[in-house]
């Protein structure tokens, strides 16, 4: 939660670039009056140590869409359950080995609230469910005995099959859906591209954290996508998630569980202009004391 959007300099640039960019875009721009429709999206928000006490509200941030201020309607507290995804790289030559891996997942069983519910999803050249959705630590405990290392690591389809098999069917019922991903970013070998499945998770409003694990490939270049730590780092920073730290297992876990309950909030607004072919960049400017994060596009329908 270090998110702090307070340089004014900063904000005149974004608008400014993100204004001539949107400008430039092809594409057809439908204007929708704003009584008619509006948008919504997940935001992680929290108050400094020495900030008064009590929910934050909309008069506290402001937002932008390609640079444009758009009016909040509401800024409400989201204390519902989650589902949480834990997705594990179990290719063999990740440097994580199985128990420090199973050590790091179990401290989530004894984190989550009630009605918190894990899946867990191992992956090498495929996605395998080793635990459907449950909140039973003996269940969870039973299952990271099956973590293996074999295989390459297909990140991007894994994590495209998380969102269609495990996340899309259960949108309608749940909107807190978060992906924890265990791995050094590194992808070897999926059909999903990066652009494609981030653009997937921003989209369905899907928060990914990720335990930054060391790069097997030494920050080797990579071709036509970025490297390893970058995916980490774009794939959490796009989706308004975080890294964690894998040396401190259970602070991390427990952060993520009082987050997704305590400082989970749904932002509504209304946008003046829809674009169905075009994402748009998001910028949320909170007052001095708040802290905010958010996903950093709108994706259009598909």
């Known amino acids: ?119 867990i999803v191992g992956f090498d050249e495929k996605a395998e469910i080793l635990t459907e959705w449950t909140d039973d630590a003996k269940k969870i405990e039973a299952s990271l005995k099956t973590l293996r290392k074999q295989g390459e690591p297909f990140l991007f389809d894994a994590l495209r099959a998380v969102v269609d098999q495990a996340l899309t069917p259960i949108a309608a019922t749940t909107q807190k859906r978060v992906i924890i991903v265990v791995s050094d970013g590194l992808d070897r070998g999926s059909k999903t591209k990066f652009a494609e499945i981030l653009g997937d998770l921003q989209r369905q409003d899907i928060t990914l954290y990720a335990y930054q694990i060391p790069d097997r490939t030494g920050g080797a270049l990579r071709r036509d996508q970025p490297k390893p730590a970058q995916v980490v780092e774009q794939l959490t920073g796009g989706t308004g998630g975080r890294v964690l730290s894998a040396i401190e297992p259970r602070e991390s876990a427990r952060a993520v569980c009082d987050e997704l309950r305590n400082n989970r909030y749904t932002l509504s607004y209304s946008p003046t202009h829809i674009s169905y072919t075009d994402a748009r960049r998001l910028l949320i400017v909170p007052d001095q004391g708040v802290a905010v994060r958010h996903k950093l596009m709108q994706q259009p329908p598909r």
Do not use: C, W
Request: no cysteine; charged share 20%.
């Open 1 to 119: 939660m270090r998110a702090h959007y307070a340089f004014p300099l900063a904000l005149v640039m974004f608008i400014l670039v993100s204004a001539g960019t949107a400008a430039g875009q092809a594409g057809p721009r439908v204007i929708i009056p704003s009584k008619e429709r509006g948008a919504s999206l997940s935001i992680t928000a929290a108050r400094g140590d020495d900030a008064s006490p009590g929910p934050i509200t909309s008069k506290q941030m402001t937002l932008y869409e390609d640079g444009i201020e758009h009016p909040i309607q509401s800024v409400s507290p989201d204390p519902s359950p989650a589902r949480i995804v834990l997705l594990v790289d179990n290719s063999r030559s990740l440097r994580f080995d199985v128990e420090k891996m199973a050590a790091t997942l179990r401290e989530f069983a004894y984190e989550i609230y009630e009605g918190d519910q894990l899946m």
